[in-house]
């Protein structure tokens, strides 16, 4: 059974720092291209970030470069979103999203980020 496993989410203040975890189960984690989403509410979910299943190439939207780094640790079957000077605009449900395979794709359940003084 697949599963991605989100956490780190909460209530930070705006110019704060999150770090969000994804830890994936049931995949060959190395070989799985993944990605942070983002879904602020009544709009559709947005690509935050992704990387390529070795780390070495990642991207970013244009509205979060410069300010979060995604990462990964396949030792650990694991990805990172890190998340620094927060602004209200990035309140959302930030989901871990897993490719596998070209047609294999496998969500996490979300985990709320608020960003509000």
């Known amino acids: 059974q697949v599963q991605l496993v989100e956490s780190g989410g909460g209530l930070v203040q705006p110019g704060g720092s999150l770090r969000l975890s994804c830890s994936a189960s049931?995949?060959?984690?190395?070989?799985?291209?993944m990605s942070w989403y983002r879904q602020l509410p009544g709009k559709e979910r947005e690509l935050v970030a992704g990387?390529?299943?070795?780390?070495?190439?990642?991207n970013y939207a244009d509205s979060v470069k410069g300010r979060f780094t995604i990462s990964r640790d396949n030792a650990k079957n694991t990805v990172y979103l890190q998340m620094n000077s927060l602004k209200p605009e990035d309140t959302a449900v930030y989901y871990c999203?897993?490719?596998?395979?070209?047609?294999?794709?496998?969500w996490g359940q979300g985990t709320q980020v608020t960003v509000s003084s």
């Open positions: 990387i390529t299943p070795g780390g070495a190439v990642t």
């Open positions: 049931g995949i060959v984690f190395r070989l799985a291209a």
């Open positions: 999203f897993g490719r596998p395979g070209s047609s294999q794709v496998y």
